[in-house]
């Protein structure tokens, strides 16, 4: 499935799911009430997996959805790349992210939801297999679609990724969201601000678009003309501005899960949400 990086209008933008296939249904048969669904293309903002042990039925609600309605896409997340890299969905494990999936992550949630147990640990090198043997459990549809999960989604008016763009780079934000639509993430491309937290800290495995930066998601750089639609922290309700709204109210812990109506460049987000 080649998703594509630019939506028309009216675009629809769903937050992190974490594998709650039940909210996004029940979310789904709100949406399907609106007069824009017909025409409508569905953004998701990432984090598919981890949290909930229904992770494989939600990857393919995703992926019918998507292929149901042409034109509409999915970003990645940061658990997703985890996934994606521990496991080497898409090619070789990033020792970074075995390391830190095993460590950070809700991933036994995706190890029940594709082989019915948990991962074990010990001895030395047993993680390395359990990752082997997840990998081999998912199907290869689901291997591919989520290895291949654009990093970033376009419209006239709006930017959808999972984070936020960086204030600590030294870049333009149309230039960040090149890089995103390339999936470059190389310090010698983006250039961050000498003395920052990106500068400092920089890991080639993980660019602060997808969540290596939390703050972006409350104060990304703004990007004129554009306003960024994102998931990534929890937030109480729906939190708009001129900059960017944050719509992932759920964590894949407590409903509601919301989803975000754009009718056109310009125009006020509508909200909906799974439940109530």
């Not at 007069?35 to 569905?42: F, K, Q, V």
């Not at 229904?54 to 995703?62: A, C, E, I, N, Y």
């Not at 390395?128 to 290895?147: G, Q, S, Y």
Request: aromatic share 8%; proline share 9%; net charge neutral.
């Amino acid at each position: 499935m080649n998703l594509p990086t630019t939506v028309e209008y009216p675009v629809i933008a769903v937050g992190d799911l974490h594998g709650r296939v039940e909210w996004l249904d029940k979310l789904v048969s709100k949406l399907e009430r609106l007069s824009e669904w017909p025409a409508a293309r569905l953004v998701f903002l990432g984090d598919l997996v981890d949290r909930t042990d229904t992770v494989k039925q939600l990857v393919s609600r995703v992926m019918e959805l998507i292929a149901a309605k042409p034109g509409s896409t999915c970003v990645m997340g940061n658990h997703d790349l985890a996934l994606v890299g521990a496991a080497g969905l898409g090619d070789r494990p990033s020792p970074f992210w075995v390391q830190r999936y095993g460590a950070a992550y809700d991933h036994r949630w995706t190890f029940r939801s594709y082989l019915g147990d948990d991962p074990d640990y010990l001895p030395a090198g047993r993680w390395d297999r359990e990752l082997e043997r997840l990998k081999a459990a998912i199907p290869a549809d689901h291997r591919a679609f989520l290895a291949n999960l654009p990093w970033v989604a376009e419209a006239a008016g709006h930017v959808f990724l999972h984070c936020g763009l960086s204030p600590e780079l030294d870049c333009p934000p149309a230039v960040q969201v090149e890089c995103l639509k390339r999936k470059v993430w190389d310090k010698a491309a983006v250039s961050p601000r000498f003395g920052t937290t990106t500068d400092r800290l920089f890991t080639p495995d993980y660019p602060v678009w997808l969540g290596a930066d939390r703050k972006l998601s409350a104060h990304p750089l703004p990007y004129p003309g554009k306003v960024q639609v994102t998931g990534h922290e929890k937030v109480p309700r729906p939190d708009a501005n001129a900059v960017r709204v944050r719509i992932d109210t759920s964590g894949g812990v407590v409903e509601p899960l919301t989803a975000c109506l754009l009718r056109a460049p310009g125009a006020e987000p509508e909200f909906v949400f799974s439940n109530g």
